[in-house]
Structure formats: C-alpha cells, structure tokens
C-alpha cells in the first residue's frame, strides 16, 4: 500500500483481497482468533481459507495479494498454502503484550467500516484472583459491501465488490451463507463462561452468518 491512509486498513485489506477474488469461487471461510495467556499476552490471527476450486481460479494468489503493509506492522503472514483439511489457508498473526495493546491489534483488523466492532480483551485483579474477559460486536447488516472501499468501488464500475450481493448469488446458485463462512474464536486463561454456541477449550466461538439482520453481541 505504502500511500498514507491508516495502517489499520492494511488486515482488512487480506479479507477484502479474498473476498474479490472470491466473486467466482465456490467456498471462502474466515477466522478471527484471539489467545491469551495466564499473564495478559498472547496472540491475534485472521485466517483465510479457499477451497480448491476458488485456488484453481486464481493461480496467481501469492502474486495478487500485497501484503508489504501488514509485514511492516509486525504481522506475521504464512501461506498461501494448502492444509490438511483441503483447503488453501492465507495465515495472519500479530503478538500483543498486554490486554491493552490486544485491543489496538484486533482493532487493525477492522478499518472505519468493517464489521468488527469494540473487540477487546479486559483483565481484573483482586486478592489471588485474575479474571479475564473479551466482548465484541459483530455486525453483518452491511453485508458484503462492508469489506469494500471507494477507490475500490471506483475501479470495478461503482460496485465496492465488482457485482452486488444478488448477482453473486445467482451466478453461483447459493446462498452468500453458504459461500462466506466466519468464525470468531476466543480462548483465555481459567474456566471460561459465555453466550457462544460453540465450546472450545478454555475458550469459546462464534460463527456469525452474513445474512443475520441484526448484530451479534460476544
């Protein structure tokens, strides 16, 4: 990127690459992760994931995406490569030292827009006791749009994605669910409590759909 809008766009802009590229692909999954450890650091990873017929239509990955902005933040970028599950996983992590600074990194993966919204790790101390939490909003109401820009829109005839959501749809013959998955993912120290559907251990997930019509609180 390198053109002076804020370095946080750079993480959205892996989501947003995938999500382009994704217009004729079959499948795409993409995971926010967020682990802490006993003394408030830890790590934050986004992940994306294609399957292999969304690789096969652009062979190019590795040379289309442009990731000099998120090396030079101090994330970590592994991939694009493919995994045992099947699927061709692009792999961003980023250390944090305290709660705190968990909250300005996983505010990175947002932008103005996105629709990850007020994440962040929180850690009380009394007598012998620590207690850890996280919270966060996601909120798909936007839909897709939501991972798109101006100048992106710009250069694809208006539309921030190259097509609206409707026509992705019918060209593929699903459901934008069904297409995009999204899981959150929150693991910390102790017993963990939480409205999550799913369990984890020490932790808890969430696999907001993008067609809720309401947001969803974490």
Request: hydrophobic share 45%; aromatic share 6%.
């Amino acid at each position: 990127m390198g053109d002076g809008r804020p370095r946080r766009v750079a993480v959205r802009a892996l989501l947003l690459a995938l999500v382009v590229l994704a217009a004729s692909a079959c499948r795409i999954r993409t995971e926010v992760t967020v682990d802490v450890t006993d003394d408030g650091s830890g790590v934050v990873g986004v992940a994306v994931a294609l399957d292999a017929d969304a690789t096969a239509r652009v062979p190019g990955l590795a040379e289309e995406l442009r990731l000099d902005d998120l090396l030079a933040t101090g994330w970590t970028v592994t991939g694009p490569a493919l995994e045992a599950d099947g699927l061709t996983w692009i792999r961003a992590t980023k250390p944090f030292a305290t709660p705190e600074e968990a909250g300005r990194v996983l505010a990175e993966i947002n932008g103005e827009t996105g629709p990850f919204r007020g994440f962040a790790v929180t850690r009380e101390r009394a007598f012998a006791r620590t207690r850890f939490g996280f919270a966060g909003t996601i909120d798909f109401t936007g839909g897709l749009e939501q991972f798109g820009d101006q100048a992106l829109g710009d250069a694809l005839d208006g539309e921030p994605l190259g097509e609206d959501v409707s026509a992705i749809e019918a060209r593929l013959g699903e459901t934008i669910d069904e297409v995009f998955r999204f899981r959150v993912a929150v693991r910390l120290p102790g017993s963990v409590e939480s409205n999550a559907p799913g369990d984890l251990a020490n932790g808890a997930s969430w696999e907001p759909r993008l067609s809720a019509d309401a947001p969803v609180e974490l």
